[in-house]
T-cell receptor
């Protein structure tokens, strides 16, 4: 079934550890996004990519990095996790940046202790 | 900052009722999305619209660009409609979407 796959679905992590959340889509979408969802705050954009090879910062990029080596994959890395990064992370894609329907992954619940 | 406001925050309805969820915003936009998030977390796109009205089954979305307002209507509501409904803006400038904090809908049998 076409769509977006995120991994892991859930992770508990010690503060200071490095963590990579994986995101893969098979729809050949150009644009991909990483959001975090926190209670009462709604979805907030961390990083985005208009097309393979390019990335950009969103609203809350500090402490996170991304790469877009190819069309399908858009991993999100926490270089040194902190408790404030405890959140639910969603990867999303659309055919073109800022246009087209948004498709979301199932989310990755991350707890940093 | 509150570029997008949704109302109500919480809504409880009896099965069969007509439901309206509102989204007001303060920036110029090129499009607006309505999203649905069920308990358990998955997010699904319901509509993307830039003008007028769209209908899909029992769901209707409208937008008034001049008044900076959109509504999501659910006709003949059903318990399976229970979810959080999120409004998301595509502003005319910049690279970000702006998301509302969502309306939590519970439909009671």
């Amino acid at each position: 079934i076409a769509g977006i796959t995120q991994a892991p679905t859930s992770q508990i992590l010690a503060a200071g550890r490095r963590m990579t959340l994986r995101c893969t889509q098979d729809m050949r979408h150009n644009a991909m996004y990483w959001y975090r969802q926190d209670l009462g705050l709604g979805l907030r954009l961390i990083h985005y990519s208009n097309t393979a090879g390019t990335t950009g910062k969103g609203e809350v990029p500090d402490g996170y990095s991304v790469s877009r080596a190819n069309t399908d994959d858009f991993p999100l890395t926490l270089a040194s996790a902190v408790p404030s990064q405890t959140s639910v992370y969603f990867c999303a894609s659309s055919a073109w940046h800022r246009t087209g329907e948004l498709f979301f992954g199932e989310g990755s619940r991350l707890t940093v202790l | 900052k509150n570029e997008v406001e949704q109302s109500p925050q919480n809504l409880t309805a009896q099965e069969g009722e007509f439901i309206t969820i509102n989204c007001s915003y303060s920036v110029g936009i090129s499009a607006l999305h309505w999203l649905q998030q069920h308990p358990g977390g998955g997010i699904v796109s319901l509509f993307m619209l830039s003008s007028g009205k769209k209908k899909h089954g029992r769901l209707i979305a409208t937008i008034n660009i001049q008044e900076k307002h959109s509504s999501l209507h659910i006709t003949a509501s059903h318990p399976r409609d229970s979810a959080v409904y999120i409004c998301a803006l595509v502003p005319n400038t910049g690279n970000q979407f702006y998301f509302g904090t969502g309306t939590s809908l519970t439909v009671i049998p």
